[in-house]
């Protein structure tokens, strides 16, 4: 069974997405929190496998309990966070913090229970045009914002070509038909990316290499 917490001030948003989770097999919710102060708390307590964390809450944001909950060695449970098209900034940073994707509040009932599956298992739930939104924003930035690229040197020369392609937005399949590799090759290749670089996530693995400049905007 998948585990799952939901933080929302919104009782109805909590209750909505409870009612649509409970009905999955695979899934069960095990708690809520109305702020992100108590996400955090829940989150200790609870011990959830996913937690869909909406961005605007009172006492702590959302982008706030994501990097505390990112942070504790703890707690191990994998960050959704909740939005709408309206919230588009606070992509990079979740980020940042932690985050393992995005779903808007909006979602289906299929939609949301496909998302937590993803996120539990591990992969990060990033849409191209999520994708597309993080690169522009490395791009205003400009320029590498990681001082080390140390880690990088772990990396055999077919594991740094999959991190290139995974952090330009290409999926796994997509990833296997430009190198020729199955799609399983793939899925191992970003694995040990992940386990090298200390990376929670495939969302954590692109932030990286745009962060040391292995990628840059506009290659």
Request: aromatic share 4%; glycine share 8%; hydrophobic share 45%.
């Amino acid at each position: 069974m998948i585990r799952v917490m939901i933080a929302d001030d919104q009782g109805m948003v909590r209750t909505g997405f409870t009612v649509f989770l409970g009905a999955q097999s695979d899934i069960e919710v095990v708690g809520e929190a109305a702020d992100g102060a108590q996400a955090v708390e829940r989150a200790a307590e609870l011990r959830p496998d996913v937690i869909l964390m909406d961005v605007r809450m009172p006492v702590m944001d959302g982008l706030e309990a994501t990097r505390i909950i990112a942070q504790r060695e703890d707690i191990s449970a994998k960050i959704l966070i909740l939005t709408t098209f309206d919230l588009d900034d606070y992509v990079y940073e979740a980020l940042r913090c932690g985050a393992s994707g995005f779903l808007l509040k909006d979602a289906s009932a299929v939609q949301l229970a496909e998302a937590v599956r993803v996120v539990a298992g591990g992969d990060a739930l990033l849409a191209p045009a999520v994708t597309r939104r993080l690169i522009r924003e490395f791009a205003r930035l400009g320029g590498p914002r990681a001082p080390s690229t140390r880690r990088l040197g772990q990396l055999t020369e077919r594991e740094t070509e999959v991190l290139v392609l995974v952090s330009r937005g290409l999926s796994n399949q997509e990833v296997a038909d430009k190198l020729i590799l199955s799609e399983q090759t793939v899925k191992t290749h970003v694995g040990r990316v992940l386990t090298k670089l200390g990376l929670r996530d495939r969302a954590q693995a692109i932030v990286y290499a745009y962060e040391t400049g292995l990628v840059r905007p506009g290659d």
